[in-house]
């Protein structure tokens, strides 16, 4: 006979159940703080065995006696063994499940903050991110959403800042080298945003449709999932100060904006065509209705790459604008637009908190 | 595959679509914005659409195979290719031989 942990592993791979290494093995187990009382079986069952190798001069029948007590107090300890088992897995199970309860509140907490936090600031409470299903019903928002509605706070705190930094650079007149690093700050925070927003889109892309993480006037503003590309370069012509030669270069960008613009508008209406036919088809008012419903799913699906379509456009007429624009324009054309969204997001609150008339 | 190669060969602009694509739809809208007449042609209504939808796949398209843009015999892309060309200006030269026709 080996060394008892030795035999334990070897017992283990072979599946092999050897008892009295199952008794050295438990000795050791107090992975989850269970009582140890093995020792005392152990003494007990050492006994028995001491006791059986004393009593040599028994009779034949005295032996089987003891040795089927010795079995019994054997098979005792290994059922003690295998409910220990399983309760020291569901004790795991449970400890787990606590745990990720314990995360997901804590995510939702921070979110809730976040948003506190906020409305503090702009006097405005956005409510409908919390819950984005019917009113009274407590749904979870998707953590993919609540994530993202987390970062997307970060987002505008960062935004905030670099529109800062960009003015105080523009107006100390910096050289181009420094005023060009802030321009890739501000390009590259662009392009984080329109990361989140894909990530978010395949969580649920009705969320991001709704425009529900951003404020009230941005929200009337919406255009499949965010600003409107030709609104963003009418924004900012005035304040670009163009060179003759680049005059040709952006009014081509703003008309073939356009011209992309109302193709995926038109598409995005015939989408909500084919989904309102879908689900009026057949006979309203039947009460049967699952294979009307389950088709209109299909028509669904599509969405999501016309957030992305409409998302592909935005960055492209940034980059466009970036290569077509000097350094010092690039910079004023993001403290424009940076400031610009600013103000629709100070217009919400202000909104909100206007004084109403006496109803 | 043949079928494809024909189409391509023998007409300026061609976009491989399916009926219900809504994109293809949003495609064909741009070119038509740009005085251009795509053939549009609706893998899902031919016999051999899978084929054809293979047939996309091995030239290089990425799923989904539609919309699936040709212009003169090339294949340019889906929808993002055409829209990044659009903003940059290119697509404009590219379709230049067949803007303005009545059909193609």
Redesign the interface.
Known sequence: MNSSHTQYISARDMGVYEPINQLSMFADFDENGWPDTSPSLLVEVDTKLDNQSEDTSHETAGDSIKYEETNKRVDKVLRRLAQNREAARKSRLRKKAYVQQLESSRLKLMQLEQELDRSRHQGTYIGGAIDSGPPGCSATMNSGIASFVLEYGNWVEKQDRQICELRNAINADLPDEKLRVLVNDGMAHYSDLFRMKAKAAKADVFYLMSGMWKTSAERFLLWIGGFRPSELLKVLLPHLDLLEQQCS?VY??IQ??Q??E???S???D??QQ?LVDAVAAGLLGGGSYIPQVANAVE?LK?LV??ID?AD??RK??LQ?MYRTLTTRQAARGLLALGEYFQRLRSLSSLWATRPREPA | MEKISRLVSENGVVIFSKSTCCLCYAVNILFQELTVRPVVYAIDKDPEGREMEKALFRLGCSAPAVPAVFIGGKLVGSTNEVMSLHLSGSLVTLIKPYQGLLSN
């Open positions: 270069d081509n960008l073939s904006c011209q992309a109302d193709a995926i038109q598409g995005m015939k989408l084919s028509k599509p790459s016309f379509q592909h456009i492209e007429i466009q």
